[in-house]
């Protein structure tokens, strides 16, 4: 790669590499990837919103923890920002979810992975190791 800007303009949280693939979840919820030979970020198709049982639109989540591991990217965690029109403010929601997919596949297929034990706020990494 020979432009590495764009690379380093990235989030931490949002960004992870699989098979020297990089991958990335951009804010209005669009999963990309590049190659390492290429330029060109590619859009794989969407991370799904969050539907809350007591809210009446989906929701963009966001502070979530990204990661490789195996053939598949993961989502952990994070939360959402929801308006309360009974009392008109707003609440951030936590997320206990862990969703996966492999990117691989056109568009990706997210599947709900085991949900984590206790809900979590913002994660602020997520990291495998492989030898």
């Known amino acids: 790669m020979e432009d590495l800007l764009p ?3 990235l989030t931490r949280d949002t960004t992870t590499i699989l098979e020297s693939d990089i991958y990335s979840i951009l804010p209005d919820g669009t999963v990309t990837m590049v190659m390492p030979d290429q330029k060109d ?3 794989l198709g969407e991370y799904p919103a969050v539907v809350l049982p007591d809210h009446d639109r989906p929701l963009s989540p966001f502070g979530f923890g990204f990661v490789a591991f195996g053939r598949c990217i993961y989502v952990v965690g994070g939360m959402v920002l929801k308006y309360n029109t009974s009392n ?3 609440a ?3 997320l206990d979810a862990t969703k ?6 056109s568009p990706p297929d997210w599947q709900d992975a085991k949900p984590m034990p ?3 706020c913002r994660i602020l990494g997520c990291a495998s190791m492989e030898e």
């Open 7 to 9: 690379v380093c303009k």
């Open 41 to 43: 970020w590619h859009a």
């Open 88 to 90: 008109h403010t707003y």
């Open 92 to 94: 951030f929601v936590k």
């Open 100 to 105: 996966f997919c492999d990117p691989r596949t």
């Open 118 to 120: 206790v809900q979590a």
